[in-house]
């Protein structure tokens, strides 16, 4: 039986950020996306981790993909997940020149971003076809999975809590109250949505469980430790002769900043036409943006109330070291001013006529 639903999450999450002592108040929204790193998966295995080796995974990733970019030995051919990688050609006028700002500033272009290398500026590969894109459901539960006699899918599902018989997992609780019994009991609920399920379930810190009146299954470091990108983005007017806003997305320049580890690139510094043309004085706009990849900082995740109802308390505590402020902040710093700084200011020059909206930039999480 599969759930479909959310777990409380999908609403706006009323969030705490803090750095240095700041705090601000924001909302946050679940989604965003994700890269895998070489170096990433090798700290996962020097912590232990079993199965995540690079060779493991490509094996699944190829096993996956359907992809027509790339080498054989690093690509799948046959899987359930179309990949299209999008050529210089197919990007719009203003995405096009902030690749050709790159690589005049000194950064390789990139044809394969899932390749052997990925220090350089490409475009997005996408998992989109006649405009549609193709997630997990779409993917695999098709009509024929869907038929099957062992499989049934509540739509709809808002999720509570997990029901215990002493430390094993029997059942998931809805909110509307019905028990949905299983052997396995597999939670995965996003880094928001499994946490606070987890906690609302008696899995967490014992002290924040008490304060919401929770009975203690396990003494867990559940939200603890957390970790999103820091991600600052400026919306920019476009030129009449560079105004074609489709496809919306991209190009992206991944890259390291000085101040990264050996085999770390740490920097994403991306354009997009994901916003509404409207918001600009010309009617189409691009918005740059850089995230930083692999931050030392720390936040938590913890209930509001014991309520599923009720959004969690996120604390992103974004650029809480020093490391993390350098890379990411301007003029103070180091790079990236001088390393993304220098392919924004240089793409403006070439596409924009004026920044379209001075109130729409600012730091967002996950946003890489």
């Not at 390789?108 to 006649?130: C, E, H, K, M």
């Not at 509570?160 to 109250?177: H, K």
């Not at 085999?263 to 010309?282: K, Q, R």
Request: one cysteine or more; charged letters at 20%.
């Amino acid at each position: 039986m599969g759930l479909r639903g959310h777990s409380g999450c999908d609403r706006l999450s009323h969030s705490g950020a803090s750095g240095q002592g700041a705090r601000r108040q924001f909302h946050s929204q679940r989604g965003g996306g994700a890269a895998c790193t070489r170096r990433g998966l090798a700290t996962w295995t020097a912590r232990g981790i079993g199965n995540w080796s690079l060779e493991e995974v490509l094996k699944t990733y190829r096993l996956l993909e359907n992809s027509d970019a790339g080498s054989d030995l690093l690509h799948g051919r046959t899987g359930p997940f179309p990949i299209r990688q999008q050529t210089f050609e197919e990007l719009t006028p203003s995405l096009r020149a902030f690749v050709e700002a790159a690589a005049s500033q000194g950064f390789a272009r990139i044809a394969d971003p899932n390749g052997d290398r990925q220090n350089g500026v490409t475009a997005y590969p996408f998992n989109i076809l006649s405009g549609v894109r193709r997630n997990t459901a779409f993917v695999y539960l098709s009509d024929e999975v869907r038929g099957r006699p062992n499989l049934t899918v509540v739509g709809l599902a808002e999720v509570d809590s997990v029901e215990f018989s002493g430390t094993t997992a029997t059942a998931v609780r809805t909110v509307d109250g019905t028990i949905h019994e299983g052997g396995e009991i597999i939670l995965s609920a996003g880094a928001y949505g499994s946490a606070a399920i987890l906690m609302r379930s008696g899995i967490g810190v014992p002290g924040d469980l008490e304060r919401h009146g929770i009975k203690l299954v396990a003494d867990r470091p559940v939200g603890l430790r957390f970790q999103d990108h820091p991600f600052h983005y400026s919306v920019h007017a476009l030129r009449p002769d560079a105004a074609r806003m489709t496809p919306a997305a991209g190009a992206i320049l991944w890259t390291a900043s000085s101040r990264a580890h050996a085999d770390e690139l740490d920097l994403h510094i991306s354009v997009s036409h994901l916003i509404d043309g409207a918001v600009s004085p010309t009617g189409s706009a691009v918005v740059l943006a850089t995230g930083l990849v692999r931050p030392e900082s720390m936040g938590s995740v913890k209930l509001r109330s014991a309520s599923p109802k009720a959004a969690p308390l996120i604390d992103y505590n974004f650029l809480a070291t020093p490391r993390d402020r350098s890379r990411m902040v301007g003029r103070q710093a180091q790079p990236p001013d001088s390393e993304g700084g220098r392919v924004c200011r240089c793409h403006r020059r070439r596409v924009a006529a004026r920044r379209a909206h001075p109130k729409r930039r600012g730091p967002r999480p996950g946003r890489p």
